[in-house]
């Protein structure tokens, strides 16, 4: 059972172009933090929220937090082929230590 | 300043032998968690610890699979008679404060990519 269900699974598109990139839960999380990770590289992280309704930018990211803390977002604004990689979520709970990740979403860019 | 290091990088098994993979982790982290990615499937916890204390290894299978972080040296994952389905990314991430509590943040190694022929 997967708690986080992130989408689309895979997303192609072409430079410059705007993309939105999204993950959804049934649970509740305490914060959620999304990562971008790039073949044979660990994940890095990108940017944590913790509060309801949050937003946060980065660049051309922009991350928000669902009102109820069940949900997240990403959005891209102008993709370049930089930011061509898997994307993803993991969400932090009650157990004390651990993250539940989502699938991903790779994203492809290109020039 | 270097971030967490985990080696072998890659690790070629025949089915039964033991596998061994290390992470040391960033310099005044004692937090250490050990994630396993399987092609299609997302990270998976494994199990959570601190310095020579076992905090979590709910998501470490009973048999074959341990784990321990010794007051000296690196973090090993240790797999016992590995089997073909063993093979996958092992990552390990630490940092310096309990995540999942609004109050760390995870850093993650570049794996080690474990092959069971």
């Known amino acids: 059972t997967q708690l986080l269900e992130q989408s689309p699974q895979f997303l192609s598109i072409q430079e410059g172009e705007n993309l939105t990139v999204y993950c959804n839960s049934s649970?509740?999380?305490?914060?959620l933090q999304w990562y971008r990770q790039e073949p044979g590289e660990g994940p890095v992280l990108l940017v944590t929220?913790?509060?309801?309704?949050e937003v946060k930018k980065l660049k051309r990211l922009t991350f928000q937090f669902g009102d109820a803390r069940k949900d997240s977002s990403l959005h891209i604004t102008a993709a370049q082929p930089g930011d061509t990689g898997l994307y993803l979520c993991?969400?932090?709970?009650?157990?004390?230590?651990?993250?539940?990740f989502g699938r991903g979403t790779q994203l492809t860019v290109w020039p | 300043n270097a971030g967490v290091m985990q080696n072998p990088r890659h690790l070629v098994r025949r089915r039964g032998q033991e596998a061994r993979l290390r992470c040391s982790p960033m310099?005044?982290?004692?937090?250490v968690y050990w994630y396993r990615q399987l092609p299609e499937e997302g990270l998976k916890f494994m199990v959570y610890?601190?310095?020579?204390?076992?905090?979590?290894e709910s998501g470490m299978p009973k048999e074959r699979f341990s784990a321990e972080f010794p007051k000296e040296g690196p973090s090993i994952l240790r797999i016992q008679q590995v089997v073909r389905g063993d093979s996958a990314a092992y990552f390990c991430?630490?940092?310096?404060?309990?995540?999942?509590?609004?109050?760390?943040?995870?850093?993650f190694g570049e794996g080690s990519r474990l092959t069971v022929l």
């Open positions: 993991a969400g932090g709970g009650s157990t004390l230590g651990r993250l539940y």
């Open positions: 649970s509740v999380f305490s914060s």
């Open positions: 929220v913790v509060t309801g309704g």
């Open positions: 991430a630490s940092s310096a404060r309990q995540i999942g509590t609004n109050t760390g943040e995870l850093f």
């Open positions: 610890l601190q310095k020579e204390n076992i905090i979590d």
């Open positions: 310099k005044g982290h004692s937090h």
